[in-house]
């Protein structure tokens, strides 16, 4: 599975973006996604995951009610759309795919356990 993430940008504090994720190779509806963020100077950290159906999502606590991962199987795609951003929300954010859902959580510790994207940049300005 190859990953292409996209839609990060510069964003004041309160507004809004929607990342996408586009998956091209293997069968991109049988893989759970996810999506990470890293932060300058921090560990990589999970955001969430989505089912391959779709029918479940994960949310880290840090974002829960800001954030909303969503899938589109017949486009390949994965999205993350976050509102009410915050500073604290910069990083680069990647996408990843994986078999398993707990697979996808537990990305930080496995990272090569995952298919990854390259990454794209959100910068929050206060």
């Known amino acids: 599975v190859q990953l292409q993430a996209s839609g990060g940008g510069l964003v004041q504090a309160g507004g809004s973006l929607r990342l996408s994720c586009a998956a091209s190779g293997r069968t991109f509806s049988s893989y759970a996604m996810g999506w990470f963020r890293q932060a300058p100077g921090k560990e990589r950290e999970f955001v969430s995951v989505i089912t391959w159906s779709g029918e479940n999502t994960y949310y880290a606590d840090s974002v829960k009610g800001r954030f909303t991962i969503s899938r589109d199987n017949a486009n390949n795609t994965v999205y993350l759309q976050i509102n009410s951003l915050k500073p604290e929300d910069t990083a680069v954010y990647y996408c990843?795919?994986?078999?398993?859902?707990?697979?996808?959580?537990?990305?930080?510790?496995?990272?090569?356990?995952?298919?990854w994207g390259q990454g794209t940049q959100v910068t929050v300005s206060s």
């Open positions: 990843a795919a994986g078999p398993q859902v707990r697979m996808v959580r537990a990305g930080t510790r496995s990272p090569d356990d995952l298919y």
